[in-house]
DNA sequence: TATTGATCATAT
DNA sequence: ATATGATCAATA
């Protein structure tokens, strides 16, 4: 694979398409020599970094803004590992969760909507036996939520976003939610988040953030 | 074995 | 400290 110099961000989502085609059937190997970056040998410290070479070789150009990765189109990156069934093998995270805002958030304008308005999603090749370097990339998809899949996604944003505005932190957990759910999202069990408790008064509570599960994005890859 | 809760890397 | 990119690893 030649060397990939760093490009302008896509002028338009066929544009965007047409690039990410173009990695199709290459290795995140390949990918990541041609952007002079090195795999990690440990599992453990490569945690997105699929994502993260797809990035670079897309030229996305949010870099770590709360928004879309490509700003001007308005469209979100996310690559998924997909299984030798074709089925994802893991949730996708969203975005994190301002805690201590949420008392006045409304779906229309949350960062959840924004984000899963439009996204290019890149399937990537995964099984625990098969090393980061050599899983290829696959053929990369436009997809936009259904009116029925976004009644249901706002369903449970609103569910969700309704216990972390009273302060219910127990009912916090990642059984609730039928598309997204809310997870862990932090450093550590550790880490600590300003909040507000059941009687509006200040506190603290571990950083969470928006996923959307696996059996859900399962039905946007076809074979379910 | 599917799912939940915990964790790792990088950048601002 | 907070955002991004996710996957790891313990649990049910």
Known sequence: MQALEIERPPRSEA??????SALAGRTLGELAQALAITIPEDPRRSKGLAG???ERALAADAHGAPEPDFRQLGIELKS????????PRESTFVCSIRLADMETAYWES????????????VPIESAPDLPLPNRRIGAARIWSPSPEQERILREDW???????????FEN???????????????????????????????????PRGFYLRAR?????????
Do not use: M, N
Not at 158 to 168: K, Q
Not at 177 to 193: C, D, N, S, T, V
């Open 172 to 206: 916090l957990t990642a059984h609730r939610g039928r598309y997204l759910q809310i997870r862990p999202k932090a450093a550590h069990a550790g880490i600590r988040e300003r909040a507000h408790d059941e009687a509006g008064a200040p506190t603290a509570t571990l």
């Open 216 to 224: 859900f994005t399962a039905g946007l890859f076809g074979d379910s």
């Open 110 to 121: 949350s960062r959840v909507r924004r984000k899963l308005a439009r996204v290019l999603w």
């Open 158 to 168: 609103e569910t969700l976003v309704g216990h972390i505005a009273c302060g219910e």
């Open 52 to 54: 993260r070479l797809l």
């Open 15 to 20: 544009e965007l398409l047409e690039r990410a």
């Open 80 to 87: 998924i590992p997909l299984d030798r069934r074709g089925r």
